[in-house]
């Protein structure tokens, strides 16, 4: 039984393990941190959102400080899609935003068609 979760991400009940989507590819366990799987790319959120007046003159140029806030994007590593983006402090590791009840999930969706298959599990 494949359960969609977010857009691009879904998990296996069967084997337990997070799938991209669109690729299919197997990320690992879904006792785990999807995050934990993909691709991370560190950004300046000076690059995402230019400040709006020069941060050489002025203190607060309505864009985040790099010094106070970083943007992670988190990539599928088989296909490249964008699964998350994620606005921390520098240095945090990735939260652990989604953690799923695996065995209720099993059960509440226990005798509903497979999206994936279009089968019916017991």
Known sequence: ?????TEYLRVDLNEEQWEC???DHVLGSARENYKHFLLIHDRNPREVHEPLLD???YRFCFSP???VCVIYEFYC???GVMMD???TVPGHAPLH???LDIDSLREKWRGVPDSST???KA
């Not at 039984?1 to 979760?5: H, L, Y």
């Open 1 to 5: 039984m494949k359960v969609q979760v």
């Open 21 to 23: 989507n669109r690729c």
């Open 55 to 57: 941060p050489e003159r």
């Open 65 to 67: 400080d790099p010094e």
């Open 77 to 79: 590593p088989n296909c």
């Open 85 to 87: 983006v994620e606005y």
């Open 97 to 99: 935003d989604l953690e």
């Open 118 to 120: 279009g089968s019916v």
